[in-house]
């Protein structure tokens, strides 16, 4: 009786285990591409000719 309810538990753990990597390949396929595009995008966006942040000293951007 104690090696089925040990062969129960190793069974439950592995279950639980294969349905953590399952949600983690699910996650990684839904929104890997978002991890590609992402800091492309916020380099585009804070590039200093694009964007209209006010330098250190107080001044408005220079017009380069």
């Known amino acids: ?3 089925l309810t040990e062969k129960n538990a190793h069974n439950e753990q592995t279950e639980q285990e294969e349905q ?17 595009v ?3 995008a916020v380099t585009a966006l804070m590039t200093p000719k694009t964007s209209h942040a006010m330098n250190s000293d107080g001044a408005s951007p220079s017009t380069i």
Do not use: Q
């Open 38 to 40: 992402t800091p492309v």
């Open 1 to 3: 009786m104690k090696n």
């Open 20 to 36: 953590k990597l399952d949600s983690r390949r699910n996650f990684i396929k839904k929104y890997g591409k978002l991890a590609v």
